[in-house]
Nanobody, 123 residues
Framework: QVQLVESGGGLVQAGGSLRLSCAAS????????MGWFRQAQGKEREFVAASRWSGSNTYYADSVKGRFTISSDNAKNTVYLQMNSLKPEDTAGYYC????????????????WGQGTQVTVSS
C-alpha cells in the first residue's frame, strides 16, 4: 500500500506562485512514478504533471507547460509541484497520485490517490 498526503494549497492572486507537497509512504512507493492531477468544480479530474522519482521521464499537460514544475526529494519521499504565473483557471483541487507512466499518452495511470489540497487563484 501507498499513502499520499498533500499540503501547500491556498488562496493566491493571479500571477502568484504556490508550491504543493506530497509526502509519500509505503513499502512499495519507490516502485511507482508520481504525479499530480486537478479537478475543478463541475469538471472531470485532469492530468497535470508526472515524473519518476529519479526526475527522468517528466510529462506536463499543455495547459501548465512552462509554468509548473514537478520535482522530488527522494530522501524525504516527497514530491513537489511548483506553480508559477498562476491563472484563475488553475483553481481546482489538486491531487497527488502514484502510478505508472504511460509514455505514449505522456501521462500517469494512477494507482493511489492523496486526499487533495485546494488551490484558489483570484483575478
Amino acid at each position: 500500500q501507498v499513502q499520499l498526503v498533500e499540503s501547500g494549497g491556498g488562496l493566491v492572486q493571479a500571477g502568484g506562485s504556490l508550491r504543493l507537497s506530497c509526502a509519500a509512504s509505503g513499502r512499495t512507493v519507490s516502485t511507482y512514478a508520481m504525479g499530480w492531477f486537478r479537478q475543478a468544480q463541475g469538471k472531470e479530474r485532469e492530468f497535470v504533471a508526472a515524473s519518476r522519482w529519479s526526475g527522468s521521464n517528466t510529462y506536463y499537460a499543455d495547459s501548465v507547460k512552462g509554468r509548473f514544475t514537478i520535482s522530488s526529494d527522494n530522501a524525504k519521499n516527497t514530491v513537489y509541484l511548483q506553480m508559477n504565473s498562476l491563472k484563475p483557471e488553475d483553481t481546482a483541487g489538486y491531487y497527488c497520485a502514484a502510478g505508472v507512466l504511460t509514455r505514449v499518452a505522456g501521462t500517469l495511470d494512477p494507482r493511489y490517490w492523496g486526499q487533495g489540497t485546494q488551490v484558489t487563484v483570484s483575478s
